[in-house]
């Protein structure tokens, strides 16, 4: 739908990741921020927002799991990794636990950025 990329763009709206169980997802690294969100309660939570290049595509995810959170501060920006959200049954239900690997090496060029996340 070209009205509704048009609108994506002219608005500096950046797609999202949503990660779901046991998907891997390969991202290149390219910017982190502290940022804050409303939860479905109407409370703020904070947490970190990462810029992230998929596969030619500029995207974003906001976490505030502190394992995942963890992981990706020990690394780079232009990391190329790759993520897997896992469930992991525990004493209280299941617990959402990140794998994160190198992904490799980047072989193409990261399309421009405009700015706003």
């Not at 950046?14 to 982190?32: G, M, V």
Request: glycine fraction near 8%; avoid cysteine; hydrophobic fraction near 30%.
């Amino acid at each position: 739908m070209n009205n509704s990329k048009e609108f994506l763009k002219k608005h500096k709206i950046i797609p999202r990741i949503s990660f779901k169980p046991n998907e891997t997802r390969t991202l290149k690294l390219i910017d982190d921020k502290q940022d804050t969100i409303t939860d479905k309660q109407g409370q703020q939570v904070e947490g970190m927002k990462y810029k992230v290049l998929e596969g030619k595509e500029i995207k974003t995810f906001f976490t505030t799991a502190i394992s995942l959170i963890s992981k990706l501060a020990e690394l780079e920006p232009e990391a190329i990794v790759e993520i897997t959200q896992k469930k992991v049954k525990g004493e209280r239900g299941y617990l959402t636990t990140y794998q994160v690997e190198n992904g490799g090496i980047d072989d193409g060029e990261m399309p421009e950025i405009n700015g706003s996340e």
